[in-house]
């Protein structure tokens, strides 16, 4: 069965920084986008970045420049360092591995979930 765990987030002051993990098993993963996305209190999720399997990466822009995603595919994990953090950074970050087939059936697989909070 396919499993995402995620690991790295916690409490950190304005201006901190923190890196998030996901690592993913029981499949293999090369041909799967990966992305983080968040969702804060009273808030719709939002994507905030992404990865493809030739590295080319899309950011919300809010944290362009502050941000940056990257992916070790061998070892099926995405990565998220996060710097410059701001209180509107506070939400629970979610990863994702999306892969679309050739008959169009998406296979989409979420993390449980890390708590990321920025305040003084």
């Known amino acids: 069965q396919v499993q995402l765990v995620e690991s790295g987030g916690g409490l950190v002051q304005p201006g901190g920084s923190l890196r998030l993990s996901c690592a993913a098993s029981?499949?293999?993963?090369?041909?799967?986008?990966m992305g983080w996305y968040r969702q804060a209190p009273g808030k719709q999720r939002e994507m905030v970045a992404a990865i493809n399997n030739g590295g080319k990466t899309n950011y919300l822009d809010s944290v362009k420049g502050r941000f940056t995603i990257s992916r070790d595919t061998a070892n099926n994990t995405v990565y998220l360092q996060m710097n410059s953090l701001k209180p509107d950074d506070t939400a629970v970050y979610y990863c994702?591995?999306?892969?679309?087939?050739?008959?169009?059936?998406?296979?989409?697989?979420w993390g449980q979930g890390t708590q990321v909070t920025v305040s003084s």
């Open positions: 994702n591995f999306l892969r679309t087939d050739s008959n169009l059936r998406q296979y989409n697989y």
């Open positions: 029981g499949e293999a993963f090369r041909l799967y986008v």
